[in-house]
T-cell receptor, first 114, second 109 residues
Framework: AQTIHQWPVAEIKAVGSPLSLGCTIK??????LYWYWQATGGTLQQLFY??????VESVVQLNLSASRPKDDQFILSTEKLLLSHSGFYLC?????????????FGAGTRLSVL | GEQVEQLPSILRVQEGSSASINCSYE??????FPWYKQEPGENPKLIID?????ERKQIQELIVLLDKKAKRFSLHITDTQPGDSAMYFC????????FGAGTKLTIKP
């Protein structure tokens, strides 16, 4: 069975400080990986997706970046946090690239920027 | 890209009655429509999905209907229980999935 692990569970950070969030998928080789952002009470906004190691596509520009250093790892980061970065960050995976692919979400990281 | 509209944003129904959430989409190429349930503080979880080759799908108390001609799909929860209280998101797309704004469902005892 596949498992998805996100870290940390929660972060409280100061405006202007750096951030790094991680996600690891076990039990599935070459998964498609995604980062989503959700404001409190809001919808799910896709930020990045990655089909393969070293390749990341940006969907929305929010002064964030993502990297896929290993097949099973996806990293979201920024050098300078903004207040608007607060929210719930969700990593997700799907089996293959193509149509009709179900997304499976990690437990998420709740970020508060003060 | 695809746009998915979801209504209502808030829904309160009596326990034991039915709840319905409606979504519409714009791109006729969209062929996959999942529904996710998100409880407070937790991640969204897939509860049911429907593909474009179907018009109706049922899993226990969950019924999904798809009208491709009208570009509409809906979720119906029959015999609602307190545990059905949550945020529900519809989504649609092809290679890329777009989520609706969400519906906060509250089941009144």
């Amino acid at each position: 069975a596949q498992t998805i692990h996100q870290w940390p569970v929660a972060e409280i950070k100061a405006v202007g400080s750096p951030l790094s969030l991680g996600c690891t998928i076990k039990g599935k080789s070459s998964p498609n990986l995604y980062w989503y952002w959700q404001a409190t009470g809001g919808t799910l906004q896709q930020l990045f997706y990655s089909i393969t190691v070293g390749q990341v596509e940006s969907v929305v520009q929010l002064n964030l970046s993502a990297s896929r250093p290993k097949d099973d790892q996806f990293i979201l980061s920024t050098e300078k946090l903004l207040l608007s970065h607060s929210g719930f960050y969700l990593c997700a995976w799907s089996r293959d690239w193509g149509s009709q692919n179900t997304l499976y979400f990690g437990a998420g990281t709740r970020l508060s920027v003060l | 890209g695809e746009q998915v509209e979801q209504l209502p944003s808030i829904l309160r129904v009596q326990e034991g009655s039915s709840a319905s959430i409606n979504c519409s989409y714009e791109d006729s190429a969209s062929n996959y429509f999942p529904w996710y349930k998100q409880e407070p503080g937790e991640n969204p979880k897939l509860i049911i999905d429907i593909r474009s080759n179907m018009e109706r799908k049922q899993i226990q108390e969950l019924i999904v209907l798809l009208d491709k001609k009208a570009k509409r799909f809906s979720l119906h929860i029959t015999d609602t229980q307190p545990g059905d209280s949550a945020m529900y998101f519809c989504a649609g797309g092809n290679e890329k999935i777009t989520f609706g704004a969400g519906t906060k469902l509250t089941i009144k005892p």
